[in-house]
Nanobody
């Protein structure tokens, strides 16, 4: 079993900051790409930022210059530092981890339950 869990969401005023954390745990042989997505009502989840196992990062245009993704490879964690938050950033944020479980030859993607971020204007 592989588990992915997010934390760190909450209510913040516009212009404020939040740091989201995500941990992949369980029977893990290796973790590849780790990503943050968000979903707005009635829409598909959209990529916010991702980071590969070698540290290459990718950001949505809306996140560039305000959000920073980072990882703790030893603990299988990924973080999203969000600064200068705007009301439009209000959403549920989801963590995705590409994980190769122990005893399995291939990798699968695993999702967390999501954490709510609310930015008041």
């Amino acid at each position: 079993q592989v588990y992915v869990a997010e934390s760190g969401g909450g209510l913040v005023q516009a212009g404020g900051s939040l740091r989201l954390s995500c941990t992949a745990s369980g029977n893990i042989a290796s973790v590849g790409l780790m990503s943050w997505f968000r979903r707005f009502p009635g829409k598909e989840r959209e990529l916010v930022a991702s980071i590969t196992s070698t540290g290459t990062t990718n950001y949505a245009d809306s996140a560039k210059g305000r959000f920073t993704i980072s990882r703790d490879y030893r603990l299988n964690m990924v973080f999203l530092q969000m600064n200068n938050l705007k009301a439009d950033d209000t959403s549920v944020y989801y963590c995705e981890a590409i994980v190769r479980p122990t005893g399995v030859s291939g990798a699968n993607n695993f999702w967390g339950q999501g954490t709510q971020v609310t930015v008041s204007s």
